[in-house]
């Protein structure tokens, strides 16, 4: 199985700054794609940001240009740069990984989460 774990989240007034990590363990074998997820009271978990193996990046549009994630393959780590946050971020963040683990002779590839971390942005 895959554990992760994040770490980052708080309490910041409105154009403010926070850093969120997220790093995974366990019988890796591999992992793909990675990302940050949120959801705020009421409604839907909805995808933030996401980063392939090779690095290639996609974000939801109400956070490019103030967004930006990253990864450290070597460390099974990704993390989310947060800047000039708006009290419409305020969420409960969630890492996601979709990750292969050693099952045997196998390799099976699952969608792993993260217990999550809040941000609240204050106005």
């Known amino acids: 199985q895959v554990r992760l774990v994040e770490s980052g989240g708080g309490l910041v007034q409105a154009g403010g700054s926070l850093r969120l990590s997220c790093a995974a363990s366990?019988?890796?074998?591999?992992?793909?794609?990675m990302g940050w997820y949120r959801q705020a009271p009421g409604k839907q978990r909805e995808l933030v940001a996401a980063?392939?193996?090779?690095?290639?990046?996609n974000y939801a549009d109400s956070v490019k240009g103030r967004f930006t994630i990253s990864r450290d393959n070597a460390k099974n780590s990704v993390y989310l740069q947060m800047n000039s946050l708006k009290p419409e971020d305020t969420a409960v963040y969630y890492c996601?990984?979709?990750?292969?683990?050693?099952?045997?002779?196998?390799?099976?590839?699952?969608?792993?989460w993260g217990q999550g971390t809040q941000v609240t942005v204050s106005s």
């Open positions: 980063i392939t193996s090779a690095g290639s990046t």
């Open positions: 996601n990984a979709h990750a292969g683990v050693v099952a045997g002779t196998q390799i099976i590839f699952d969608d792993y």
């Open positions: 366990g019988s890796i074998f591999s992992i793909n794609a």
